[in-house]
């Protein structure tokens, strides 16, 4: 039976419901119409072109994994939006913008299961008694959703471990594979999902184990002649945590053991999470039988946090520690740590350490030097205002005048390579380039950056433009 833009909203809204706030359900869904479902694209109206902009900087991420869930991979969204006519009396006209659905946040694979879980299939393999047995979930209770703060480089894994912890075994996310580079949040997360499920659901078993741990312990069972107990306690278990999946590479009694345990969970509805530092496409001797199971669920992404996020991390850490710093020593340390949280963490423990003991404030000298222990090309990172001062100097024009309304040609041209290299070089927020870029909203930096990009492939000068700043920027 063919779907209708209404029933496939009405479930996009249950799945929505579920992860974010009342509050904000209320305001931003509740006033959303479906429109129409072409194919794989749905149409929803908004009251109000800001409605749209705010529905793109907050919540594409989870709009794209409840309308993929629905429709399927290459799910759209269209937005169309209803204008009053300020003519008067004629009737209201609407707008059609297409969902931006930013690749570079959502490097993620969806591949859903192909047959239903049948969740009350009986489990013919326990062993009388070992139900009672009491299992220490070895969850860490510091690792919980509240303290795992949001940004666009972690809201599409979030949201769904949010999703997977609300309902374990009840979501096409099974399992839930959690990829990223080193100390980018993957445990954190997974441990925020088995505190969560042991909060919500007092009667769930819920383990979490490293892969290497898991790895011992099978080696153990078999030299102890008990490798079938080992596999029923993992079968009685209803969330199976296993961090650091890719450590199982090259082992290939861990990875037949583990094959069994997991399609016996997830015949039996139960809950499987997984953590690894690559996607499954990228994991090498790993069984084909069961990198196709790890691609089953979701594989979400937690990529590189930018700078909004890392400073949120670090103030979010002061506050615990009822620390205070300035803000000057804050964008310093966030600005030159960028690929690892842990290390972020750790520059920040260092710098109050030290101040501690050797009763000194924290100064941005001693920031310098802490971070030189983190981070080896120190080099100043390209600021907004660096960027600002090459470009109009090399298109001869004031900087005031590129940060002011003036639509002259040549000013709306340096402008928006202004933009373009601001999000290209520093990856900071669209909103904060916009602001900072002649008090523009998001949506024009997106517009100016398209222009750009477009230009570019299109007219021989304006590529020269771009080449010559980008040598430029490369010189600073
Ligand atoms: N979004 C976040 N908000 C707050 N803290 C975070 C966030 N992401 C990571 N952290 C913190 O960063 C540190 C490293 O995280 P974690 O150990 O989960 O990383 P990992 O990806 O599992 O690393 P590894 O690859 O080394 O196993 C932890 O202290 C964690 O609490």
Request: net charge positive; proline share 3%; charged share 25%.
């Amino acid at each position: 039976m063919s779907k209708s833009a209404t029933s496939v909203w009405d479930n996009c809204l249950t799945f929505v419901k579920d992860n974010i706030s009342d509050q904000a359900y209320k305001t931003w869904f509740q006033p959303i119409n479906a429109v129409k479902l072409n194919d794989n694209a749905l149409s929803i109206q908004v009251p109000s072109k800001f409605f749209y902009e705010w529905l793109e900087e907050h919540y594409v991420d989870l709009l794209k994994v409840a309308l993929t869930k629905e429709i399927g991979k290459g799910a759209k969204l269209v937005y169309v939006i209803r204008m009053e006519n300020a003519k008067g009396n004629r009737q209201p006209f609407t707008e059609k913008i297409p969902s931006t659905q930013r690749s570079n946040v959502n490097s993620q694979s969806i591949d859903f299961p192909s047959r239903q879980k049948n969740p009350e299939l009986r489990n013919p393999f326990v062993i009388p008694g070992i139900r009672n047995l009491k299992i220490d979930s070895q969850l860490n209770s510091n690792y919980t959703f509240d303290n795992f703060l949001e940004g666009t480089s972690n809201r599409l894994a979030r949201s769904a471990s949010l999703a997977v912890a609300n309902k374990p075994g009840g979501t096409s996310f099974n399992p839930l594979l959690i990829f990223g580079g080193v100390g980018l949040g993957k445990t954190h997360l997974a441990h925020a999902i088995g505190l969560q499920v042991k909060d919500k659901f007092p009667d769930k078993t819920v383990l979490y184990i490293s892969a290497d741990k898991f790895t011992q312990q099978h080696i153990d069972a078999v030299s102890k002649n008990n490798r079938n107990d080992f596999i029923h306690f993992y079968q009685i278990v209803d969330v199976l945590i296993v961090d650091d999946i890719q450590l199982i590479s090259g082992k290939k009694g861990t990875q037949d053991v583990f094959f069994h345990i997991f399609n016996h969970l997830h015949q039996n509805g139960k809950q499987v999470i997984l953590t690894s530092d690559k996607a499954p496409v990228d994991m090498q001797d790993i069984q084909q039988r069961l990198l196709s199971r790890f691609k089953w669920g979701l594989s979400a992404e937690l990529a590189q946090p930018d700078f909004e996020t890392r400073i949120k991390i670090i103030k979010n850490k002061l506050y615990n520690d009822g620390v205070e710093m300035a803000d000057e020593i804050l964008d310093y340390v966030a600005s030159r740590i960028t690929a690892n949280i842990r290390e972020l963490e750790g520059a920040i423990i260092s710098l109050i350490a030290h101040s501690t003991f050797s009763k000194k404030e924290i100064t941005i000298d001693l920031a310098e030097q802490i971070v030189k222990n983190y981070v080896k090309n120190n080099k100043k990172p390209i600021s907004l205002d660096d960027i600002q001062n090459v470009v109009s100097d090399y298109f001869h024009i004031e900087i005031e005048e590129l940060q002011s309304k003036s639509r002259k040609r040549n000013v709306v041209q340096a402008r928006q390579i202004a933009m373009y290299f601001a999000k290209e070089i520093t990856k900071t927020s669209l909103t904060s380039i916009g602001r900072h870029i002649g008090q523009r909203d998001h949506s024009t930096v997106l517009h100016s950056c398209k222009i750009v990009s477009n230009l570019q492939e299109s007219d021989k000068q304006y590529r020269k433009f771009i080449q010559d700043l980008e040598i430029k920027f490369k010189q600073l």
